[in-house]
């Protein structure tokens, strides 16, 4: 390739990273947020969809796509709740609940979102970053979803509430040890409900993004399994929302890369990079198996660490 072709290329790549990153970044999120009370929520994939459904269909019906935004993040808070008011029940297991809820997500999106596949929705706006060039393509790469900066702000707000505020520091304490909670007169279910329903919220906020910018419309294929993928994110980044935001930024390239390519003309093993963000998860996974990566910043109230 020439010198202007991979400048177009990486260009591509960096507005992808953030097209493609911005549902992986608040779903990411909102599972750090519920991971780090000491709950672990992997039905964000049937929230991720369930969300994206209503917030395309909030917006058909308003007419206002940040209708359909608070429409989904809403819906996402309800199955979070779900999720949370379950979990808190004796002998119930996280994990299994969120397989349930998973399904239960899915099974609802694809029964009630039927009757969206064909209509048009009013979309998120875009914020142009490209107006220094005079190079369409580069312009196109760079319209950037107007969800994103909120995602930093908030990734960046996250980071420091957990360190620096009160409520952050009782859902540190609720994930780390309950029975110090206890003792200090904490509800520890009414924290793991409410972190739950807020990471719900926030996830919420992703389906949005898919069904309302990128791609922009409603179908059963939609989510391609990134609520699991997200929960590896939180892994990844050590529990860390400012981390989760270069984690959904990585992952974000790494899906950009096959489109990107095929702009400049390689056409050949498309298939193949499109393939390129579940190689790295399953990479990443492989990566984190040993104890002396994967276990630093985890909650105690996790397990993993035990």
Not at 165 to 173: E, I, N
Request: aromatic fraction near 8%; charged fraction near 10%.
């Amino acid at each position: 390739m020439t010198d202007s072709a991979v400048l177009d290329v990486l260009i591509a790549v960096l507005g992808g990273a953030i097209r493609v990153g911005t549902p992986f970044l608040f779903v990411s999120l909102g599972e750090c947020l519920t991971e780090k009370a000491g709950r672990i929520n992997l039905g964000l994939e049937g929230v991720l969809v369930f969300s994206a459904m209503a917030g395309f269909g909030g917006a058909c019906l308003s007419g206002s796509p940040w209708v359909g935004v608070l429409a989904a993040g809403a819906s996402g808070a309800l199955l979070a709740l779900l999720h949370g008011l379950v979990c808190s029940l004796q002998r119930v297991n996280d994990i299994a609940m969120g397989i349930a809820l998973m399904l239960l997500g899915a099974g609802l999106a694809f029964t009630l979102g039927k009757p969206l596949i064909q209509p048009q929705a009013p979309q998120i706006p875009a914020i142009a970053l490209g107006g220094w060039s005079s190079s369409p393509s580069v312009q196109a790469a760079l319209q950037i979803n107007a969800l994103f900066p909120i995602g930093v702000l908030l990734a960046l707000g996250m980071g420091w509430a957990f360190a620096n505020t009160r409520w952050g520091l009782v859902v540190r304490m609720v994930g780390d040890s309950s029975d110090a909670a206890r003792a200090l007169g904490t509800s520890v279910n009414g924290v793991r409900i409410a972190a739950t329903a807020a990471g719900g919220f926030i996830a919420g906020l992703g389906g949005a993004s898919l069904s309302l910018y990128y791609p922009g419309s409603w179908n059963e294929g939609l989510s391609s399994g990134q609520g699991l993928i997200a929960v590896a994110l939180v892994i990844f980044a050590r529990w860390s929302p400012v981390r989760c935001l270069g984690a959904a930024l990585l992952f974000g390239g790494a899906g950009a890369l096959g489109p990107a390519l095929q702009s400049v003309g390689v056409s050949g093993y498309y298939d193949l990079f499109n393939a390129v963000p579940y190689a790295l998860t399953l990479a990443i996974l492989v990566w984190t198996c040993s104890p002396k990566r994967s276990l630093k910043g985890a909650p105690m109230e996790l397990g993993v660490s035990r």
